[in-house]
C-alpha cells in the first residue's frame, strides 16, 4: 500500500517535469512524427516506426510515464521502446556536440569524447574501435581513431585540441559499449584542452538536436 | 587496396576503382585474433599474404577470379545520400540491380548480394567526415580450395544458416557473361556520374604522397603469435 501510495505521488512528479514537442518532418514524404521528450537528464528523440504521433498521443506519454516510474532513465527508454515500435535517440543536456556526430564533456580543462547515441545507431554493431596511445595530440576536427561496425568502418575526430591522456582500453574487449552506453561506459578519449576558447564553436544540445533532425529532414 | 586508399584520402574527387585481383591473398577484418578467422598454420604453411584492411567489411580470400568496385565520394556526391553504412548500402543495391537485373535472384541480403541465398559480393565501407568509400569484392569465379583457409565467422549473416563455403557462395560468371558484367557496371555508373577512364598504368602511386594506408600487411611473427593465442581445445580440433 505504502509502496503504491509512494508510485502515485512520483507519477504526478514525474508527469509535471515531462514535456513533448511535437515536430512533423515532411508530412507527404514521411508520415512520421519526431517527438522530442525532455526529461531531468536530457532529450530523447523518438520517432515512431508504426505511425503517426501527435502532441496528443497519450498513449505514447503514459507509456513514457509508466516506464519513467520503474526504471532510471536510459532503461525507461529501452522499455518504452520494447512496447511500441520506437526509434529513440538520446541527447544529454550537459554536453556540447560537433557536426561530426561526437560529444565532449568538460570538467576543468579535462574533455571527456565519444561517439552520440544518433551515431552509434547509424553505424550499427560497433565490433571493434581504433584508439589513439596516450600522449598523442589531437586538433579540432581532426580524426584520431576510428569505429568500425559490422560493415564500415568511421573516422572519429576531436572536438577539441589537446593531448589525450586517457584511454578506455574497455573498448578493446567490449567495443559494443558504445552502442549500449554511448555518453558514459562507452567514452573514448579523455583530452587535456590546450584551448577552451574551442568550445565555443560547439553545439549545445538543443542545437544539436535540431542540427539531426535537419540532417535527417534533408534525405 | 593501396589504390583505393590513396584515392580516399586526399579531397574532392569522386572516384569508381574497378580492379581485377591477379594474386591470392586474404584481406582481414580489425580485430585482435586472426586465429578466430583463418586456419592459420595452413596460410602460413602456404605462405598466403594477409592484409588487416582500413575499411570495414569482414575477411575474404580474393584471387584471380575476384572483381573489386569501389566508389570513392564526397559526402555530397549522390544528392539526398545520408553518408551511413545502410543509406549507401541501399543506394549501391540500387545501381547493382541495374547490372544484374534478369540474371538470376538478385538480392541485397543483410549486408551481402546474393542470387537467391547464395553470396557473391561482399561490401565493405569506409566513411570520414566528408568522404565515404564503398566497396565491393565480387566472386566473379573462385578456387574452391582457397576457401579452407578460412573458418566459418562467429559472426556470420543470419541467412547463412551455418552453411558452409561451397554452399553459402557462388559464382557470377554462372549467371552472366564476363562483358555483360564488366560492361553492365559500367552502364549503371554512369547513370549516377559522368565518367572518365583512366588506365591502370596512368594512375601514378607516389610514395612521396604525405599519406600512411592503415591498411598493412601481417607479418610471419604475427601469424604465429596467433597459433600461440589459440586455445588449445580449438588447435586439437583443427589439427
Given amino acids: 500500500m505504502a509502496l503504491r501510495l509512494w508510485a502515485s505521488r512520483a507519477a504526478s512528479q514525474l508527469r509535471s517535469s515531462l514535456h513533448l514537442r511535437g515536430y512533423a518532418t515532411g508530412l507527404k ?18 520517432k515512431c516506426e508504426g505511425g503517426y504521433i501527435d502532441e496528443a498521443h497519450t498513449c505514447l506519454v503514459d507509456h513514457i510515464h509508466e516506464a519513467f516510474i520503474a526504471y532510471p532513465c536510459a532503461e525507461s527508454m529501452s522499455s518504452v521502446s520494447s512496447q511500441i515500435e520506437l526509434t529513440i535517440c538520446q541527447f544529454i543536456k550537459d554536453l556540447k556536440y560537433t557536426d561530426s556526430h561526437e560529444w565532449v564533456k568538460v570538467e576543468g580543462n579535462s574533455a571527456t569524447v565519444g561517439i552520440t547515441d544518433h551515431a552509434q545507431h547509424h553505424l550499427g554493431d560497433v565490433v571493434y574501435v581504433e584508439l589513439p596511445e596516450e600522449g ?7 580524426a584520431f581513431g576510428a569505429v568500425e561496425s559490422v560493415k564500415a568502418t568511421s573516422d572519429v575526430n576531436s572536438p577539441v585540441s589537446g593531448t589525450v591522456t586517457h584511454v578506455n582500453r574497455e573498448l578493446d574487449g567490449s567495443p559494443a559499449l558504445i552502442n549500449s552506453s554511448p555518453y558514459e561506459k562507452g567514452w573514448i578519449i579523455k583530452v587535456e584542452m590546450s584551448n577552451s576558447a574551442e568550445l565555443k564553436t560547439l553545439m549545445d544540445a538543443d542545437r544539436y538536436t535540431k542540427f539531426c533532425e535537419e540532417e535527417d529532414a534533408k534525405h | 587496396m593501396k589504390l583505393t586508399a590513396q584515392c580516399f584520402r586526399p579531397p574532392n574527387l569522386t572516384r569508381a576503382v574497378l580492379q581485377l585481383t591477379l594474386t591470392c591473398l586474404i584481406l582481414m577484418q580489425r580485430v585482435l585474433k586472426a586465429w578466430e578467422l583463418l586456419e592459420v598454420k595452413s596460410v602460413l604453411r602456404d605462405k598466403i599474404p594477409v592484409v588487416r584492411r582500413f575499411s ?6 580474393v584471387d584471380h577470379g575476384t572483381v573489386f568496385v569501389s566508389f570513392v565520394c564526397n559526402k555530397d556526391s549522390v544528392p539526398s545520400l545520408q553518408p551511413y553504412p545502410q543509406p549507401i548500402m541501399a543506394w549501391s543495391s540500387l545501381l547493382y540491380d541495374q547490372v544484374f537485373h534478369g540474371a538470376g535472384d538478385f538480392k541485397l541480403r543483410e549486408n551481402d548480394y546474393v542470387f537467391g541465398n547464395r553470396k557473391f559480393g561482399g561490401n565493405a565501407q569506409s566513411i ?3 568522404r565515404w568509400i564503398h566497396h565491393t569484392s565480387f566472386l566473379w569465379d573462385y578456387d ?13 549473416p543470419k541467412y ?3 552453411r ?10 554462372d549467371f552472366l557473361p564476363r562483358s555483360a558484367f564488366i560492361e553492365g557496371i559500367i552502364k549503371a555508373a554512369g547513370t549516377h556520374f559522368s565518367l572518365r ?6 594512375i601514378e602511386l607516389s610514395a612521396a604522397a604525405n599519406f600512411m594506408p592503415s591498411s598493412r600487411m601481417l607479418t610471419r611473427q604475427e601469424l604465429k603469435a596467433a597459433i600461440d593465442a589459440e586455445p588449445e581445445s580449438l588447435l586439437s580440433q583443427s589439427m
Fill in chain 2, 160 to 162: 547463412r544458416m551455418e
Fill in chain 1, 29 to 46: 514524404q514521411r508520415p512520421e512524427h519526431f517527438m522530442v521528450v525532455c526529461c531531468m537528464v536530457g532529450f530523447h528523440r523518438v
Fill in chain 2, 164 to 173: 558452409n563455403h561451397s554452399e553459402f557462395i557462388c559464382r557470377v560468371k
Fill in chain 2, 197 to 202: 577512364f583512366v588506365p591502370w598504368d596512368a
Fill in chain 2, 144 to 156: 574452391e580450395i582457397n576457401m579452407a583457409y578460412l573458418k566459418v565467422p562467429a559472426r556470420a
Fill in chain 2, 128 to 130: 570520414i567526415k566528408n
Fill in chain 2, 56 to 61: 570495414g567489411g569482414g575477411t575474404v580470400i
Fill in chain 1, 136 to 142: 598523442t595530440a589531437v586538433s579540432q576536427g581532426g
